[in-house]
């Protein structure tokens, strides 16, 4: 018995022991600054927190989404949070190698305009928020409609593209290729082929490589290229087959890019935003794409294919898209068409075409028939319109005769020709400050409609910041010497 006691005594001296031995761990504080944060969310906060090791690779998610872009400081480290669709507080999750915290009730994420709390979008390359042929994360948190959502506050996930895997045409091919449209057309060739090489993982060349967060359902559904029939039938349908990449790239991208064109995604992109939970859906370029691919196939003979939309086929789709969209209870907010011709990349076409035979006649019947077909469509347009009270006009047509001789922008005149500040490097996207004048448009319309005060977009602070802002580029090119390339072909 008394050795027993001895034993007894030694285990419980040795279990003091080794309690004594480990200091507990301090407790955890943090503070997140900001911690509040609209449904749009994209906004960078700083996190402090004492006593959990953090170092370089951590990762943070909240709302089941990773933070982009996380950089270690050293109090804690900075992130940008990505939209959430729920108000209320929500937790952060830290994650540094094995070790995992959870902080409770961190950002409180909330809704300006409770009636326009999100929205989808679908159409093609301004939707998409292309700029100088490229798409990219930076540029697209200033496509229309992200710019659109983040004056409302609504949730409005994006597909973002991680830097430098779409990358085209830049300032330094204009300096060292050329301004004319077929250097262009090179740059654009070159840089793809290398951002399409980053694909590149075990051999194969996986769509989701490309994206911050490939999980992500996005509300954001336009497809670069896409015509009215791709944005409402799809990939499975089209005759396009840059619409299969695209369409896996926005919103099913766990396929290899090679297979991407012959394995359609489930879906539309129309199919994807009516599964949505949203009531809204926004389009500014649903069918320009159709007049260009439509005089293009009669300019160079290609054989006329579903995929080509005669004014008829356009009524037809345009109606059954306004159909399906009003018997789920959809509301579109849906621009016109404005006069394409006086894009620049078009303006100029007319000069090229020379160069390789075409004669004048045919060059002005080309000029003449899109004009043409843009008030045809137009009048098609307004006339299904009118049928369908879920359906509202946005004034792009007018917008552009508004803004035609230049606008003053940060005290200095902008305009719509080539480096003139609203239309990007490739004379076809515009710049972040162009897609801003459109996101305003579509502002107006939407407050006039629900009766909300959306304030609008201070359009100088865009300019400022934009890389094709008019003193940044004056700092970099030959503007002039560079127009006369790009408009003469000298």
Request: proline share 6%.
């Amino acid at each position: 018995m008394k050795n027993r006691l001895i034993f007894l005594t030694l285990l419980f001296t040795i279990f003091l022991a080794s309690c004594g031995s480990s200091s507990p761990r301090p407790p955890l504080t943090f503070k997140v600054s900001p911690d509040k944060v609209t449904l749009f969310g994209n906004e960078r906060i700083q996190v402090s927190v004492k006593n959990f090791p953090l170092s370089e690779g951590i990762r943070a998610y909240i709302c089941g989404h990773p933070l982009y872009d996380v950089r270690v400081t050293e109090s804690g480290f900075t992130g940008n949070v990505p939209g959430c669709p729920e108000e209320g507080w929500q937790n952060l999750i830290i994650e540094n190698g094995e070790e995992k915290i959870v902080l409770k009730r961190a950002v409180k994420f909330f809704s300006p305009y409770p009636l326009f709390r999100s929205f989808t979008s679908i159409g093609a390359s301004y939707t998409a928020g292309f700029i100088n042929l490229g798409l990219d994360k930076e540029d697209q948190l200033f496509s229309p409609f992200a710019q659109v959502a983040r004056q409302a506050g609504a949730y409005f996930p994006q597909p973002l593209i991680k830097d430098g895997f779409f990358t085209a045409i830049t300032l330094k091919d204009l300096r060292e290729n050329g301004c004319r449209p077929p250097d262009l057309a090179k740059s654009y060739v070159v840089n793809l082929l290398k951002s399409v090489s980053k694909l590149k993982k075990d051999g194969n060349f996986p769509l989701s490589q490309a994206r911050i967060d490939p999980y992500l359902k996005v509300f954001n559904l336009g497809i670069g290229a896409a015509r009215i029939s791709d944005s409402i039938y799809g990939a499975a349908k089209s005759n396009n087959a840059l619409i299969g990449i695209f369409e896996h790239l926005t919103y099913d991208p766990f396929v290899d890019i090679w297979e991407s064109f012959s394995d359609p995604p489930e879906g539309s992109p129309f199919e994807v935003a009516l599964r949505r939970n949203t009531e809204y859906i926004l389009t500014v370029d649903l069918f320009a794409d159709d007049i260009l691919y439509w005089h293009f196939a009669q300019l160079f003979n290609i054989p006329l294919s579903p995929g080509i939309t005669t004014p008829e086929t356009f009524k037809k789709i345009l109606n059954k898209f306004f159909k399906i969209a009003s018997d789920h209870g959809k509301k579109i907010f849906i621009a016109d068409l404005p006069d394409i011709t006086q894009l620049p990349a078009i303006e100029v076409l007319g000069t090229y075409l020379k160069e390789i035979g075409f004669s004048e006649e045919s060059i002005n019947s080309l000029y003449n028939g899109l004009r043409e077909d843009v008030r045809k469509y137009n009048s098609i347009f307004y006339s299904l319109v009118s049928s369908y009270p879920n359906v509202y006009a946005v004034p792009f047509s007018s917008t552009v005769e508004m803004y035609a001789k230049g606008v003053t922008i940060d005290g200095k005149i902008y305009t719509f020709s080539y480096l003139g500040g609203l239309i990007s490097l490739d004379g076809i996207h515009p710049t972040r400050t162009g897609y801003a004048l459109i996101a305003n448009m579509f502002i107006e319309r939407i407050n006039q409609i629900l009766g909300l005060q959306i304030p609008l977009i201070d359009i100088d602070s865009i300019a400022k910041t934009d890389p094709m802002n008019l003193s940044r580029i004056r700092g970099k090119i030959n503007i002039a010497r560079c127009r006369e390339e790009f408009y003469e072909g000298e």
